[in-house]
């Protein structure tokens, strides 16, 4: 059964379109992800989720209520972490918590096993102010507040944003200990390597939906043929230089080399003997798509 239902939402801010017809679906205890960059159009889709937008067309179910006519209900039952820490920033770890346990008719001792694991990380700071919080901490206390009344789903707008690669580690570590617990998450992030965390992700590009699918097989969407470049000159003259060939379909920086696709294995040799004449002594190796490499090709493609 599916615990979120969107079919063909749309929603504009005048004549910029955010959403573009979306529909998608997640089911009941998955960790669903939402990757795209920022403009993508995740944060409008999390916020219409948890009733604070109303979109301008289409249908949006959580839990089986919608999200206009039920929306009071849908408050009960999600939990919504929003990209920015919203916290009281001169309110303690301890007195955020109360506070939030309270507007939701429940009380920290009443849930705190439900929170234990996430909370104990925290709770020897619980009279510390929050804005004197780490980003992790932060992230923490956050996630704390939004599962204090035992939500059925949870609704991350990019939550890693901004903390460490350790924290952001430890961040998805907990998350999969929530969905032993039964609870639906959806999370949207801009980072790549958090898609093989979910258990199905979505790629977003200006408000459009481009595949989805489980992070191992969402490559299978990538049917040229791709090649890592690597020089100790790599930078964008060379990448220029590449792009400017009959044989690069595409060609991108990823960290200290350039990825370069062709169309199909026709252009393998011409690509091949290019290299090797190149000045830059360049080494090269034909590869796997990765999700970004897919992601980008399909931005390409369908964009």
């Not at 795209?36 to 109303?54: C, F, H, N, Q």
């Not at 998805?172 to 929530?178: K, N, P, Q």
């Not at 989805?212 to 969407?221: A, G, L, N, R, W």
Request: charged content about 30%.
């Amino acid at each position: 059964m599916a615990a979120i239902e969107v079919s063909h939402l749309s929603k504009n801010y005048g004549k910029l379109k955010a959403l573009k017809g979306i529909s998608f679906s997640v089911d009941e205890g998955e960790i669903f992800g939402l990757i795209g960059a920022d403009g993508a159009g995740k944060s409008t889709l999390m916020r219409i989720l948890v009733t604070l937008l109303k979109p301008d067309k289409g249908a949006v179910s959580l839990g089986g209520y919608e999200v206009v006519k039920d929306y009071r209900k849908i408050r009960s039952i999600v939990g919504y972490m929003p990209g920015r820490f919203s916290l009281y920033q001169d309110l303690t770890v301890e007195e955020n918590l109360r506070f939030y346990a309270r507007v939701f008719g429940s009380d920290i001792e009443e849930n705190y096993e439900f929170i234990e694991l996430i909370y104990r990380q925290i709770e020897p700071f619980k009279k510390r102010r929050a804005g004197a919080l780490s980003g992790g901490m932060k992230q923490k206390l956050a996630l704390s507040c939004a599962l204090i009344h035992r939500p059925e789903i949870l609704v991350l707008d990019e939550p890693t944003t901004g903390v460490d690669a350790l924290s952001r580690n430890e961040f998805w570590e907990m998350l999969h200990e929530i969905k032993k617990q039964k609870i639906t998450v959806i999370a949207s992030t801009p980072y790549m390597d958090e898609a093989g965390k979910c258990d199905r992700i979505g790629l977003i590009q200006k408000g459009k939906i481009l595949s989805i699918d489980q992070p191992s097989t969402i490559t299978k969407d990538f049917s040229k043929v791709l090649y890592s470049v690597y020089s100790d000159q790599i930078g964008y003259p060379l990448l220029l230089k590449i792009r400017k060939e009959k044989f690069c379909h595409s060609a991108w920086l990823f960290g200290q080399n350039i990825h370069v696709t062709l169309l199909d294995e026709e252009f393998v040799e011409e690509f091949e003997n290019t290299m090797d004449q190149y000045e830059e002594k360049l080494e090269y190796k034909r590869i796997e798509p990765g999700i970004e490499d897919t992601f980008i090709d399909l931005i390409r493609e369908k964009t």
